[in-house]
């Protein structure tokens, strides 16, 4: 290790590092990447150690599925040569700096109705998704600890060696004495529901399996699937959401020794759910071990679904015993007046509450708890509401708008934007409008009947990644609901949140549009995220830099077509058009008298593709400022000789600056008074070192939105006052042809009666009255 490079990092009384490694890392936090005092040392080492000619080290691209495993899986094809989209080799490509790439949730169905486009150049990545379960593993695993308990297992025998000793030591013969080995004195049986309705579930079922696997609670975890759909059901296979045999009756899970815990995970919406079916099945399984069901709706959706409760107060006779023998009361009623005659079933929400008194109950006898149970009688004598899913897309449409609520329809807008959709990405944008909108509108849209199943099924094979599109007319009307630009900021909620939780793991396959893609798909013209290059990376996707982008870019989602005047789609010769203005280049001035933090905001702004201007003083940003048009200013609070107070003092002074918006940005958290400071002297944000790069850029976009408007504005006004003479002279013309055609008619009518004479005498004032109006304001704007 260099002797300069081993010296700790030392700062001096204002807060800055010293030193040359201190002065790097203080760099790199402003940029937005931290690294610790070791990390930075041992890149420092390997820069200065490595030899010449090392290329980066990068993840390599994923190798490509082979063309069978892509069928079966739904994942795009490896390029050959049987790919119409690759007849040759191609030269690796590049990408330009802070280019963005569409991501896409699946390849485009068969079912879907509109033309396909094109094949792209594609990479499958591995994305990380939303976790499933409300609350954490931790939190969860801890209510499970009542059921990790030890038990002598006589199935198992140990040497017991005190015993062994003390046997030999009295007979002298070598004689080995064994006692039963303790372990875990209960076996889990997952029960999870395949049924249509839990494609939406699956992340939960496989978090809530890894947590029973990793709990330290049960001897051994097996996992089954619950078929509830059709007239056999229920019926038991190996493996979930494969819809294939052999199947097993419910009776085969029944074990008389009461070691085993069955714990179905299931939503309730299946057929079997409804009608007593299910219902007889757990109640032969809970009279002989503890069982019980895991929600995965919402709380406010269980009565809707064919798992309706009720809260009971429950007593636990013995450890590990079945639910039949629990002694069942009402919490409130006294026991001669309310009695439960039925099997106690609970139904449990995925909550450590829930989980942890339904735990205690099975693990203690005389525990006391209230547990919402299974109200079987209801879900036998309750009739299924179904809606008729016929006829056409805008009554479709309708029907689900009566009968959803506001944020489901606002949410199936946004799944419209993107679709072919999957549940992953399903559950994305959901999390990504944020509250009031949650799970349960997550199961209104795709219960509401406006969405099929694109993915095919094939006997025998595992199914492709359900996708679910709408029709085209549904799509159409469903856009019209939202503008545009909330539609794009949803895209960019996802974006960042990808970019946080990129280094977890990932949990569900997309694919991103790139020259550099190592297969070919038809993907749907619409994207659910853009991401930047630097987040390929860190995903797994690298290539070098300096090419385009895709000769196919994944285009804005549509708004409604709306019909414009003749005079707005007419262009004006010589002269900008008022929409010019929203895609212009603005331009942002950074005014800092320290040379690396001007480095660094570039840095973090050069995705927005703006002009960046730089100022390292007040007098210097006074200058600029009288020189051209910024849409913000962002300003260093602390500077030697004119300090950012003072400078924002005199750019509010000043006429043509004092609309423009200014962000002060401070090497440290600025106390109450400082903050009073900045806003008396014109500031409207503030910004502290070191800052979140997103935010940073989210906060200049807004300003930067904002001024494009007032530019529009702008823009508009001048183009109506140039138009307007001659739209008045247009109008005052077509004014004198309607004026000497009411006085035609006036003639004609001399034989009509009095009352249609007076009308038409009437119209004729009252147009010569308009012209005169109008040649009146045409003589002023000559004058």
Aim: aromatic share 4%.
């Amino acid at each position: 290790m260099p002797a300069d490079y081993s010296t700790p990092f030392c700062t001096n009384s204002a807060g800055r590092y010293e030193g040359m490694p201190g002065r790097l890392k203080e760099i790199l936090e402003r940029s937005g990447v931290g690294l610790s005092d070791e990390e930075l040392l041992d890149v420092l080492w390997l820069a200065r150690n490595l030899p010449n000619g090392v290329r980066p080290l990068l993840r390599p691209p994923a190798p490509a599925a082979s063309s069978r495993r892509a069928a079966e899986r739904g994942e795009p094809r490896s390029p050959g040569e049987n790919d119409p989209a690759r007849p040759g080799t191609h030269p690796t490509p590049s990408v330009a700096p802070h280019s963005l790439f569409p991501l896409h949730a699946s390849p485009r169905g068969k079912k879907s109705a509109r033309a396909e486009p094109a094949s792209h150049r594609t990479h499958a990545v591995r994305t990380p998704g939303p976790q499933a379960l409300p609350s954490s593993h931790l939190t969860l695993g801890k209510a499970l600890r009542p059921l990790r308990q030890r038990l002598p297992d006589p199935r198992r025998q140990v040497l017991d060696v005190p015993r062994t000793v003390d046997a030999m030591a009295e007979t002298g013969i070598p004689e080995a004495v064994t006692r039963p080995a303790r372990s875990r004195w209960l076996s889990l049986l997952l029960l999870i529901d395949d049924g249509v309705s839990m494609v939406l579930w699956k992340r939960m079922a496989s978090e809530v399996r890894s947590l029973m696997e990793h709990a330290g609670a049960f001897r051994d975890v097996r996992v089954l699937g619950l078929n509830t759909r059709g007239s056999a059901a229920p019926l038991l296979t190996n493996h979930p959401y494969l819809r294939q045999g052999p199947y097993l009756p419910p009776a085969a899970l029944c074990d008389p020794t009461g070691g085993t815990l069955a714990l179905v995970i299931s939503d309730g919406v299946g057929e079997a759910w409804r009608g007593g079916r299910m219902s007889e099945a757990t109640a032969l399984w809970a009279r002989q071990q503890p069982t019980a069901i895991l929600q995965t709706l919402p709380t406010r959706l269980w009565a809707n679904s064919g798992i309706p409760v009720r809260p009971w107060h429950v007593t636990s006779a013995r450890r590990g015993g079945p639910t039949t023998a629990w002694r069942v009361s009402d919490p409130r009623l006294p026991a001669d007046l309310v009695s439960f005659d039925a099997v106690p079933i609970p139904v449990l929400e995925p909550t450590p509450a829930a989980v942890g008194d339904w735990a205690r109950l099975i693990a203690s006898p005389s525990a006391t708890a209230v547990l919402s149970l299974w109200d079987t009688r209801r879900s036998a004598t309750e009739t299924r509401r179904v809606g008729n899913r016929h006829g056409p897309d805008a009554e479709a449409v309708l029907r689900f708008r009566g009968a959803a609520s506001p944020e489901a329809y606002r949410l199936a807008a946004h799944f419209a934007a993107v679709a072919p959709v999957t549940p992953p990405v399903m559950r994305m944008i959901q999390e990504a409008l944020g509250p009031p909108t949650d799970a349960g509108h997550l199961v209104e849209v795709f219960l509401g009947g406006l969405m099929h199943n694109t993915a095919s099924v094939t006997p025998g094979r595992r199914p492709r990644p359900d996708a679910f599109d709408f029709s085209d007319s549904t799509r159409r009307i469903l856009l019209g609901a939202l503008p545009a630009r909330e539609l794009l900021r949803t895209t960019r909620l996802i974006a960042d949140r990808l970019a946080s939780s990129a280094r977890h793991t990932p949990s569900f396959t997309s694919w991103v549009t790139h020259p550099g893609g190592e297969a070919a798909a038809d993907i749907p013209e619409r994207s659910f995220a853009r991401l930047e290059e630097r987040l390929l990376k860190r995903l797994g996707i690298a290539s070098p830099v300096g090419a385009s982008l895709d000769s196919h870019p994944a285009p804005a989602p549509r708004t409604r077509d709306r019909q414009q005047p003749p005079v707005a789609r007419r262009a004006v010769t010589g002269r900008a058009t008022p929409s010019s203005a929203v895609h212009k280049k603005v331009k942002i001035l950074m005014v800092d008298d320290q040379p690396e933090n001007l480095l660094a905001q570039e840095a973090v702004l050069s995705p927005l593709e703006h002009t960046v201007v730089r100022a390292s003083s007040g007098q210097e940003a006074l200058s600029a400022l009288n020189e051209d048009e910024f849409a913000v200013v962002l300003l260093a609070a602390q500077m030697s000789g004119m300090d950012g107070y003072e400078t924002a003092a005199h750019i509010k002074r000043l006429s043509p600056t004092r609309d423009i918006p200014i962000i002060f940005v401070s090497n440290r958290e600025m106390n109450s008074h400082a903050t009073y400071r900045a806003y008396a002297a014109g500031a409207v944000d503030l910004v502290s070192r070191p800052y979140d790069s997103w935010v940073l850029r989210g906060k200049v976009t807004a300003f930067v939105d904002l001024h494009k408007v007032n530019m529009q504005l702008r823009e508009q006004e001048a183009w109506l006052r140039v138009e307007e003479p001659t739209l008045l002279r247009q109008l005052s013309a077509h004014f004198v042809d309607a004026e000497r055609q009411a006085h035609d008619l006036t003639g004609r009518l001399q034989g009509a009666s009095p009352e249609v004479r007076a009308t038409a005498s009437r119209l004729e004032h009252a147009l010569s009255e308009l012209r005169q109006v109008l040649h009146g304001v045409l003589d002023s704007q000559d004058e």
